[in-house]
């Protein structure tokens, strides 16, 4: 496979709506230690309509604004603080492939990168901080790291993955500076960030697409 055509986005993001109907009440559980409870929920709320919202605002000769489009409508019906960041991360990603018909390689690290810028301007967070940019961002860093080096649209895909694990696995260390989690502060080491979690596996689910 050397690209997705825009038609094939709504198949592409199955694979992240199946993964977070799978893992809602791992997150919730996760979500309840430190924060509301219901990230679980928003993310399969949100991820759960993604498919469907692509196919809705589809333009075949532009993968960029289905996407962004995609993100809008998605916003609207997770409009929660994660549910604002992940959607926002879609439309940011889609801006990055403006007027392309297909994401190849480039365009997979191009709407990493936007994921990421997406969370920054939205969150106004900064790795570090215990977020899920301290999933997003090392994925961004690997999948950038494995074009570079001539990898495969499978395996930068599989190397975002990674980067993401290490990512998640760096937030046990971290001191939680937004939101309730901050007032669960003592409790959070050793323990990985939940929004972290949630960024791992959205990018699991697009790589469920590769298999």
């Known amino acids: ?29 996760m979500d309840a230690n430190m924060g509301d409870g219901d990230l679980g929920l928003t993310m399969n709320k949100g991820f759960g309509a993604l498919p469907e919202l692509i196919a809705e605002n589809m333009d075949e000769n532009n993968i960029g604004m289905t996407l962004v489009k995609a993100g809008m409508k998605m916003a609207a019906v997770v409009p929660s603080t994660m549910g604002t960041l992940m959607s926002s991360g879609v439309m940011e990603g889609g ?22 810028e ?10 570090g901080e215990r977020t899920l940019l301290d999933a997003i961002h090392p ?3 690997a999948a950038k790291e494995a074009f570079e080096s001539g990898k495969s649209l499978k395996g930068i895909m599989e190397s975002a993955v990674e980067g993401a694990k290490k990512g998640v696995e760096a937030t046990k260390e971290m001191t939680p500076k937004y939101g309730k989690a901050v007032v669960f502060a003592a ?17 699991e689910g697009l790589g469920r697409y590769f298999v």
């Open 1 to 29: 496979m050397e690209e997705i055509l825009a038609k094939e986005l709504p198949e592409l993001f199955k694979g992240v709506s199946d993964i977070f109907a799978e893992k809602k009440d791992e997150l919730c559980e």
């Open 95 to 116: 801006k990055k492939l403006k007027d392309k018909k297909s994401m190849g390689r480039q365009e997979l690290v191009d709407f990493l990168e936007g994921y990421v």
């Open 118 to 127: 997406g969370i920054k301007k939205r969150g106004k967070c900064e790795v």
């Open 139 to 141: 994925a961004f860093e």
């Open 187 to 203: 409790k959070a080491k050793g323990i990985p960030d939940q929004g972290a979690m949630a960024g791992l596996y959205l990018l």
